[in-house]
Every structure is written in structure tokens, then in C-alpha cells.
T-cell receptor
Framework: DAGVIQSPRHEVTEMGQEVTLRCKPISGHDYLFWYRQTMMRGLELLIYFNNNVPIDDSGMPEDRFSAKMPNASFSTLKIQPSEPRDSAVYFC??????????FGPGTRLTVL | KQEVTQIPAALSVPEGENLVLNCSFTDSAIYNLQWFRQDPGKGLTSLLLIQSSQREQTSGRLNASLDKSSGRSTLYIAASQPGDSATYLCAVPALIQGAQKLVFGQGTRLTINP
């Protein structure tokens, strides 16, 4: 059974460029989460969806960040324009109801 | 606002020892607590999830306990092995309507020496 799939695994871009991160949750899960991990701030929840609907986006740092979930099997996190301080590892996770959350391998983003 | 603290930040022990990792949280009104493992450069692996109605949960050599009233959880690892070396994180849902909003501790970096 495939776990949470994220792409790309690594992304290096220049400041000002648009970045799109992708996630495929575990089939049948109804919750999807986007997290960011940095050494300074640890793991932070950015946004989460329930049945494809955004529930809480209070963790999204700025208007430069946006997330969509057009269907139950796909979500994107977009940063436009990107800045060096956005460099981090971005994780996608999914869960069924209030059960355990399962994480993807992450996308390591470096903004030069 | 829920805050989660893990002590110690790092721990190094010889192989074969039993050890305990600690997690504390400020708001005891939680309905579950989850322990994760993270290997360097990798994602998080869910180890155990304890519901608020449970006092402990076991999986192989791992045992997690939960004391809501004192705001504490422990992860006990028996007969540690070098393969147990990783960062261990605990997480609880923040006390908001969307109860799925996990708040993480900073983790305990565990090293098991052969």
C-alpha cells in the first residue's frame, strides 16, 4: 500500500520564482495537512483540508503561500514569489478522521 | 495556546539499555497524543497513538504512557538497538475546533552506541 507521495523531493530555485509542491495522500484518507520544518521553528502546520475543503489556514505565513486540493487524491502548495527565508522541508500528511497522521518523505526547498 | 516540550533534547546511551523519553504539554484537554520517529533527511513515521481514554499503548519494544492530569507522556524503549537512533517527536492536537491541528515538541535526538 503506497504511503503519502510528495514531489519533487528536492527543489532549488532563485528568489522571486514560483514554486509548486505536490502531494498525493493515502487513498481513503479524508484529512490532508501541509507542514513546514526548520531548525529554528521545528514543525509547523501551515494548512489542512477535510474532504478537499480548507479548514484552517492560520499557519500560512503570508499571502505568498497558497494551497489547493482539487480532488481527494491531489493537493498543491504554491509559493509565489519565493524568498530565501522560505527554505525548509515541506511535509504533506494525511489521516482518516482523528486517527494517526501519516507523513510523506518531504520536499527540501532551497531558495537562493 | 498548547505548548509541547520534550526533555532531553539529545540522549546518547549504549546498546541494550532501556530508556525513557519525556513529553509534556500545557493544556491537558487533549483527546490523543502521537509519538513519531524521524530519521535524518526523512519524513516522520508514526509509532504510537494514545487516545485520551487510554493510559498506555504498546508496539513491540515501545511503550507509551499518557497522564493527562499532569500533562505528561513517556515513551519507553526496551533493549535499545543502534537502529533505534533517530529523533523522536511527540504531538498533541491544539485545543481548537479543528481538533486535528497537531502541535509538535522539538524532539529528542537519540543515539544508541554499539
Amino acid at each position: 500500500d503506497a504511503g503519502v507521495i510528495q514531489s519533487p523531493r528536492h527543489e532549488v530555485t532563485e528568489m522571486g520564482q514560483e514554486v509548486t509542491l505536490r502531494c498525493k495522500p493515502i487513498s481513503g484518507h479524508d484529512y490532508l495537512f501541509w507542514y513546514r520544518q526548520t531548525m529554528m521553528r521545528g514543525l509547523e502546520l501551515l494548512i489542512y483540508f477535510n474532504n478537499n475543503v480548507p479548514i484552517d489556514d492560520s499557519g500560512m505565513p503570508e499571502d505568498r503561500f497558497s494551497a489547493k486540493m482539487p480532488n481527494a487524491s491531489f493537493s498543491t502548495l504554491k509559493i509565489q514569489p519565493s524568498e530565501p527565508r522560505d527554505s525548509a522541508v515541506y511535509f504533506c500528511a494525511s489521516s482518516l478522521a482523528t486517527r494517526a497522521q501519516y507523513f510523506g518523505p518531504g520536499t527540501r526547498l532551497t531558495v537562493l | 495556546k498548547q505548548e509541547v516540550t520534550q526533555i532531553p533534547a539529545a540522549l546518547s546511551v549504549p546498546e541494550g539499555e532501556n530508556l525513557v523519553l519525556n513529553c509534556s504539554f500545557t493544556d491537558s484537554a487533549i483527546y490523543n497524543l502521537q509519538w513519531f520517529r524521524q530519521d535524518p533527511g526523512k519524513g516522520l513515521t508514526s509509532l504510537l497513538l494514545i487516545q485520551s481514554s487510554q493510559r498506555e499503548q504498546t508496539s513491540g519494544r515501545l511503550n507509551a504512557s499518557l497522564d493527562k492530569s499532569s500533562g505528561r507522556s513517556t515513551l519507553y524503549i526496551a533493549a535499545s538497538q543502534p537502529g533505534d537512533s533517530a529523533t523522536y517527536l511527540c504531538a498533541v492536537p491544539a485545543l481548537i475546533q479543528g481538533a486535528q491541528k497537531l502541535v509538535f515538541g522539538q524532539g529528542t535526538r537519540l543515539t544508541i552506541n554499539p
